[in-house]
């Protein structure tokens, strides 16, 4: 009897073998679920009987491209009574800084409020009929992008005139796992900074809203999605990118935001939606040389000359190692190191602050510069800041959004049922199951050594549970960790696995991935 158990359970791992591939990107993401998708399926409560305003544009689409809009207006318990837009309008197509009108809309017959025309912040004629104020736009993760900046005003108006919000939680496209760049000091507050906030924030909209409301006190309600972690960047949510303003059509262009266009002033800018930084008088080929030489993970600058600028291309060869705002830091600093760069001032006076010091968030980022210092040196003074804001944004994270272990085997991520970590020793532990799957490799049991023997490819080793020692060949090993059992799954060393049955592991400590092939 024992025997045909054993030979069951061969048979049946064999075909795990040949027939149960890792779960794929997309199948991960059928799990995935944004704010406004929950709040229709789980949430309307929050919303019915109230007089609804939604800001939004038309970025503020669901998994199937449905429009916010159109499906708060289908909805018979919304009683939709209003529609906000912040910059750019709701269409998305207006120029970046160009004023726009309110309306009433044709299908509709509602006002259609703007928020960057003759108020940025709903006036209080423009909430009297409106209860709840829905926020459901998504943002690219840069401080300086003025959509949260909207979401701020929209919570201060609420405070001020007894409403309340509701924020339908969107990605960060650039993830949670970086937070980088000099921190807003308050004396730079402006509608491209709103908030003591770093150039990139590492936060959702509705970890935003709550890190916000900490100042204003309004009544604050935010929709989680469903199926995300902060360690996704917004490929990894199975969605399309809807472009949310004429210079942001691309993911491409979101990561290129805060590494380009960080010169406002200074003769150093940003060029092809975000692609391309350079400035008049420059070596494209000496840019692309030292910034090269930088060695900066995920991005390779390819020297290009327009007109009479020179400068870099972007290309992004992995996101997950690609620091937008570190580069940025990086790139603007060795611009100004090769080439006659000069730095605005600001004045005394809030009416005297220059765009680059807003943008900044200080003046001192062009006070280094005129100085000379490197990137590192810049770096290092901002870090103290950094890490202080670092501590208090941890209060208003949302914690079902916590990372875990990400594995992706030839593109596709494996899905564990029993979830690996992070032992003691640092050694990532994943189920022995993904070693079949995974590594394609053949996996035998022995119930009474409580050992287990992994074959591929000619290579053969033997674990045993709770045992440091591990059998490689006719050879015996010494590990600094040992194969465990937690919930009833046999748990074994990632890196001991991978490196002795001779496959390639990548390690991305900051996102928690493992890629492997």
Not at 398 to 420: A, H, K, L, N, R
């Amino acid at each position: 009897m024992r025997r045909l158990n054993m030979l069951g359970s061969m048979l049946l791992l064999l075909f795990l073998l040949l027939f149960w591939p890792p779960l794929s990107l997309q199948a991960r993401a059928a799990e995935f679920k944004l704010g406004s998708e929950v709040l229709l399926e789980q949430h309307l409560h929050l919303l019915e009987g109230q007089r609804v305003g939604l800001v939004t544009n038309q970025s503020g689409v669901n998994q199937k491209k449905e429009s916010t809009v159109d499906l708060f207006a289908r909805e018979k318990r919304i009683q939709l009574t209003a529609l906000f837009t912040p910059e750019h309008g709701l269409d998305g197509r207006a120029r970046a800084g160009e004023y726009v009108e309110s309306f009433i809309h044709g299908e509709l017959e509602i006002p259609v409020y703007s928020l960057y025309g003759a108020t940025r912040k709903p006036s209080p004629s423009m909430l009297q009929g409106v209860d709840v104020l829905v926020v459901d736009l998504q943002d690219i993760g840069a401080r300086s992008y003025t959509y949260m900046s909207t979401l701020n005003y929209c919570l201060a108006a609420a405070r001020e005139q007894n409403k309340t919000v509701v924020v339908l939680d969107r990605p960060n496209p650039l993830g949670g796992m970086v937070v980088e760049g000099p921190v807003l000091e308050d004396r730079f507050i402006s509608f491209v900074g709103v908030d003591n906030l770093p150039k990139a924030h590492g936060m959702t909209a509705g970890e935003l809203a709550q890190f916000f409301n900490r100042k204003i006190g309004a009544r604050l309600q935010v929709v989680p999605m469903e199926g995300y972690r902060r360690n996704y960047l917004f490929q990894d949510t199975g969605l399309d990118w809807v472009q949310t303003s004429p210079n942001i059509p691309d993911l491409a262009s979101v990561l290129g935001y805060l590494a380009t266009g960080l010169g406002e002033g200074t003769g150093v800018f940003q060029a092809d939606q975000f692609k391309w930084i350079g400035g008049k008088g420059l070596s494209a080929e000496a840019f692309a040389a030292a910034l090269n030489g930088y060695e900066l993970g995920g991005v390779r600058f390819i020297p290009e000359t327009r007109g009479e600028a020179g400068g870099v291309r972007l290309d992004i060869t992995d996101p997950y190692r690609f620091n937008p705002a570190r580069t940025g830091i990086y790139a603007l600093t060795t611009a100004f190191a090769l080439g006659e760069f000069q730095v605005p001032t600001s004045g005394a006076t809030p009416q005297s602050i220059v765009m680059f010091d807003k943008i900044m968030g200080t003046d001192r980022f062009g006070h280094y510069l005129v100085e000379g210092l490197t990137p590192p040196e810049i770096e290092a003074r901002f870090a103290a800041d950094l890490d202080r804001f670092k501590a208090i944004r941890e209060e208003y994270l949302i914690s079902q959004y916590d990372p875990e272990i990400i594995v992706v085997v030839s593109g596709g991520v494996v899905e564990f049922d029993t979830q690996p970590y992070i032992d003691e020793n640092y050694r990532t532990m994943v189920p022995l199951r993904f070693v079949a799957e995974g590594l394609k490799a053949r996996v035998d049991w022995d119930s009474e050594k409580r050992a287990v023997t992994v074959s591929r490819n000619g290579k053969k080793l033997i674990f045993t549970i709770d045992n440091t020692q591990v059998h490689v060949g006719d050879q015996t090993r010494t590990m600094d960790t040992v194969p465990v059992i937690r919930q009833g799954r046999t748990l074994i060393p990632l890196r001991y696995v991978s490196e002795y049955l001779g496959a390639r592991v990548d390690w991305n400590g900051t996102w928690l991935r493992a890629s492997i092939d």
